[in-house]
């Protein structure tokens, strides 16, 4: 028979197995330790990485649409606000009446006391500038300013003001005043509706800069006012009042104003790298401009991607040494086994050792699981007994106190009542003598038995001490609890009895008006539970009222 032929191929690659050592388990476990930890850790880096970067840009993005349209809206209300002022002071009888007086026969006089009204504006309204009264051609007719100035209102205003009621022009430089400044204007009327001309106001741009630094979202991010061309006229950085000298131009403005309320990266105002939101003002040809430094935004991830990739390399020389110098798998469950027997050893029954491999190890670790699980059934049954009571398997006395001493700090914590029941079985000793101890026994647990049936699950039912049994009711006032002890009474007395009859007296107590803590409320309820017996027994009673 011909042996089969290999290709030069086959036969390179199995020359070049012994020089990898992957002939060996070691070397293979070297490999696929290597491309194992490789593969994942950088696809979930990767991911990571571009997820984190996505969820920040949102972030980012959220953080600067609400500061631009925010921002926008407090301007838009805080030109508003300027305009109603305007309007105030215009129709004011001083402004009306000594604007008409103005051409007439005394008109000095009505120049003198117009003047005197706006200066008296202007000293209430520090941002005020200049107050001026011009006329329906554009003629200054009176102003604050001591010599005439130049009136800045676009074209047509006169015709714009009795349309819209206000013309607000240009924000520009003003040389005079070497800042930035714009000017309001509304109509001014005579009583009948006749037109005599604007009041106009000269506005400090320092103004805007102090409303725009109360926007800024942090240190890093910047807010500006721009048009919508792109003209810069204030921003909420320090010494951003004097844009409109320097007349430049926002390059991200014109992408940002093709999807307004999108974030979007480019040179910013100031030729750094942003992130940046435009939110346009309404009815101004303005736009608030919210931006970021792209590397202060992005510093996070750009760290993360760092940190990312040098852990990466330190995992895999960390990895590849590890799989080379631990290939005996077998020290891994018995690192499990070793780890989980000193917890064990101190105390922790909490341990469930994956069953992997077979052979001894997987059988060592099934006697283990198993030994583990029978240690925690016998904890439970050793934290049972020590709560309950043998006999009628009810909470015992401790932890009845214990229970008691918890709801009372509870209650007093939120205000809420809560009642306590102690119960007394009626001529028990007589029925001890007469039937012998093994039917009174008999009795207490089927006495016993009903608590527990008649009780909510919230409620603690426990045997406070030979005949006695003791109920805490949460959230229930001593109506509900009289109520309880009467279910219990009713349901023993509906029980078959083959011996005798049965009957409980009981005493009622409520957090806080019959004690405040829990010594005080079990001796009320043992006050009025010895009251019922002297009073005839297989009776509800209330703790008396304190004395």
């Not at 995992?315 to 040494?321: A, K, S, T």
């Not at 016993?448 to 030979?466: K, L, N, P, Q």
Request: glycine share 8%; aromatic share 6%.
């Amino acid at each position: 028979m011909v042996p089969p032929q290999t290709s030069p191929t086959s036969r390179g690659f199995a020359r070049f197995l012994p020089a990898l050592r992957l002939d060996t388990i070691r070397g293979k476990l070297l490999v696929f330790a290597l491309l194992a930890t490789l593969i994942p850790s950088f696809t979930t880096s990767w991911i990571s990485y571009l997820e984190n970067r996505r969820s920040l840009t949102a972030k980012i993005t959220g953080e600067l649409q609400s500061v631009s349209a925010q921002t926008a809206r407090e301007l838009d209300l805080w030109i508003k606000e300027r305009l109603y002022e305007l309007r105030v002071f215009a129709s004011s009888y001083e402004v009306s009446e000594n604007v008409d007086r103005l051409p007439r026969a005394g008109g000095e006089r009505a120049h003198r006391r117009l003047t005197d009204y706006l200066r008296a504006v202007q000293e209430r309204f520090t941002d005020y500038q200049e107050l001026l009264v011009v006329s329906p051609g554009g003629q200054e007719l009176a102003s604050t300013a001591p010599q005439p100035t130049t009136v800045h209102l676009p074209a047509g205003w006169a015709n714009a003001i009795r349309r819209d009621n206000a013309v607000v022009g240009e924000a520009y430089w003003d040389s005079a005043l070497v800042k930035g400044a714009i000017v309001f204007a509304v109509p001014i009327y005579q009583t009948g509706g006749r037109f005599l001309g604007a009041l106009t106001v000269k506005l400090d741009m320092g103004a805007v800069h102090r409303l725009l630094r109360r926007f800024a979202g942090g240190e890093a991010s910047r807010v500006y006012l721009v048009t919508t061309a792109g003209r810069q006229i204030v921003g909420s950085p320090a010494g951003s009042t004097d844009l409109l000298r320097l007349a430049g131009d926002a390059p991200i403005v014109r992408r940002l104003l093709e999807r307004e309320g999108a974030a979007a990266a480019g040179r910013g105002v100031d030729g750094t790298q942003v992130v940046a939101v435009l939110k346009r003002v309404p009815q101004l040809d303005w736009a608030v401009l919210a931006e970021t430094p792209a590397a202060d935004a992005y510093r996070q991830v750009t760290r993360l991607r760092n940190v990312t990739a040098l852990v990466l390399a330190a995992l895999l020389v960390v990895v590849g040494l590890l799989a080379y110098l631990l290939a005996l798998l077998i020290t891994r469950p018995l690192d499990r086994l070793t780890r989980g027997a000193a917890r064990v050893a101190g105390g922790d029954l909490e341990v469930q050792l994956p069953v992997a491999g077979g052979g001894e190890l997987r059988y060592v670790t099934e006697v283990f699981n198993d030994m583990v699980a029978r240690l925690q059934e016998s904890r439970r049954e050793l934290e049972r007994l020590s709560i309950t009571d043998d006999l009628t398997g009810l909470y015992n006395r401790r932890y009845l106190m214990e229970a008691l001493a918890n709801e009372v700090r509870r209650s007093r914590r939120l205000a809420h009542p809560c009642a306590l029941l102690m119960g007394d079985v009626d001529h028990f000793k007589e029925y001890n003598d007469a039937y012998g101890h093994l039917a009174g026994d008999e009795a207490l647990a089927r006495v016993a038995a009903i608590f527990r049936e008649a009780t909510r699950d919230v409620d603690t039912a426990a045997r406070y001490g030979g005949e006695e049994f003791v109920v805490l009711l949460a959230e229930t006032e001593a109506a509900g609890a009289i109520e309880t002890a009467h279910r219990i009474r009713a349901r023993l007395a509906r029980e078959d009895k083959t011996k005798g009859k049965l009957s409980v007296s009981f005493g009622v107590a409520q957090f806080p008006e019959d004690g405040d803590t829990p010594e005080a409320l079990l001796a009320r309820a043992d006050a009025a539970l010895y009251r019922a017996k002297r009073e005839g027994r297989d009776r509800v009673l209330r703790a008396p009222p304190a004395p």
